[in-house]
C-alpha cells in the first residue's frame, strides 16, 4: 500500500504546479457557466475519490 501512495502524491503534486488556477478557470467561464459546473464537479468526484483512496 505505501508504494501506490508515493506515486499517487507525485501526480497530485505535479497537477499542483503545472497550472495555475486563475488560468484554469478563466479558461473554464470563456467555455460557459454549465461548462464550469461540470469541470468543477469532475474535480470534487476526482479529489474525493483520490482521498478515499489515500485513507484505504
Known sequence: MKTFRLP????????TFSMSSCAAIADIFKAGAWTAVVGIFLVVLLLWWIVG???R
Open 8 to 15: 499517487l502524491f507525485f501526480c497530485l503534486l505535479l497537477l
Open 53 to 55: 483512496k489515500m485513507r
